[in-house]
């Protein structure tokens, strides 16, 4: 089979990483609008397997042009270009799955549902790790559940990568997405409504993230699996469906920090008589931080979907959890992981036809749990689920 990654940024690398080692996999295709990134995510990454491409994702015709002959597309570009990436791949009859559209854009793609089922093709829109590993353990207690009437999603991250010689910043993920997740509204589906008053990093409270790490401070931010969730279980009594973040407390201070001085912000200021955007100017001095070539990355990204709801008139919850940590060889962190691998493991499955179509569909409406888990696993990743019953409480 034939692979496309357009973006090869950081966690298309780990895409093309998967797919480099996948056996059923014969060419991998490497797009990017910076064509020397792109080959050098080729060259060592790809297993011997992969060729550059020069892509503009702003251009359908230029993601056409590199996609067509591919049985898949993996979309690993900043969720802004989700829609023309998603156009491109239809018109060229290519299997299509992404790393999420951080709520208002993945609203969009599922719009395209028609468009994609008159192409004849597949798309697994939200298929990073969260949204993505997130919706496909909410889906398994669900699948297990009469009536779904909440459904929650819960990433945390704890770090035990020694940076003491290290003086730089190192973000998890990408640090456009982290300025929204600390700044914009996190719209939530609580009590049977839609919820706009929730600005990320909001409603903080410790929650049980299992052992070996325990109690997390945890905090709403804007996220996919709200809106996946609903659209996915609003008819069978759904009434709740959140997102929360847990990540260092170092980190998560540090991004408070800039939001409160304004880093974040995307309108424009004056700067001795230029207009810049604070946040432009943080994404560039960020990204000229020279990166350590010498840490070794020692993180676990836990990702939790917690259901509740009705099974046989008994009220049962479910968590079910994904333990994720760095893969120390290949030298990736808990969340490359997690979110770099679960969208090649689906384009594998697109393109091999074990994901049901066409038309365009969240997670945990099409993806396959068991299957999707074995190959996860390959990667040092853990599933493990809980179910409790609910025999009394108060009214």
């Not at 929650?152 to 640090?175: F, I």
């Not at 001085?261 to 020279?290: A, C, F, N, W, Y």
């Not at 479910?318 to 990736?332: D, I, L, S």
Request: charge should be negative; proline fraction near 4%.
């Amino acid at each position: 089979m034939r692979i496309a990654v357009v973006g090869a940024g950081a966690m298309g690398r780990w895409a093309v990483k998967e797919l480099g080692l996948s056996p059923d996999v014969d060419e991998v295709v490497v797009g990017d609008f910076n064509e020397a990134r792109a080959r050098e995510v080729a060259e060592s990454h790809g297993g011997g397997k992969a060729a550059a491409r020069f892509v503009d994702a702003r251009d359908q015709q230029s993601v056409q042009d590199a996609i067509t002959g591919c049985d898949a597309l993996v979309n690993a570009t900043q969720h802004f270009w989700n829609i023309t990436v998603m156009h491109a791949a239809a018109a060229a009859h290519v299997h299509y799955t992404d790393m999420g559209g951080l709520f208002h854009v993945t609203k969009q793609q599922v719009e395209l549902h028609e468009e994609f089922r008159r192409a004849g093709v597949t798309a697994v829109i939200a298929m990073g790790g969260a949204p993505g590993v997130t919706n496909i353990l909410a889906k398994y207690g669900a699948e297990r559940l009469d009536v779904v009437e909440e459904a929650h999603a819960l990433c945390g991250n704890v770090d035990d990568t020694d940076w003491s010689g290290y003086e730089g910043w190192v973000v998890p993920y990408s640090l456009e997405t982290l300025c929204d997740e600390f700044s914009v509204v996190a719209p939530e589906f609580i009590d049977g409504h839609w919820v706009m008053d929730i600005t990320g990093g909001e409603g903080c409270e410790d929650l049980d993230f299992g052992e070996p790490a325990g109690m997390l401070e945890a905090h709403y931010t804007i996220h996919s699996e709200p809106f996946t969730f609903w659209h996915t279980w609003k008819d069978q009594g759904l009434r709740s469906a959140t997102f929360k973040l847990s990540l260092p407390a170092e980190f998560t201070g540090q991004m408070r920090f800039l939001d409160t001085i304004g880093m974040t912000r995307t309108d424009e200021v004056e700067v001795k008589g230029v207009h810049v955007r604070p946040r432009d100017v943080l994404l560039k001095v960020v990204s000229e931080i020279q990166r350590p070539d010498d840490v070794v990355l020692d993180d676990v990204d836990y990702l939790l979907g917690v259901v509740r709801g009705l099974k046989d008139g008994r009220r049962v919850e479910w968590r079910v959890r994904a333990t994720v940590p760095a893969h120390k060889e290949y030298g990736a962190g808990g969340g490359d992981v997690d979110t770099g691998i679960p969208p090649a493991i689906v384009a594998r499955m697109l393109a091999c036809g074990d994901i049901a179509g066409p038309g365009v569909f969240v997670p945990e409406q099409v993806v396959p749990c068991e299957a999707f888990f074995a190959e996860f696993a390959r990667w040092g990743a853990r599933v493990d689920a809980q179910m409790r019953e609910l025999l009394a409480a108060p009214d």
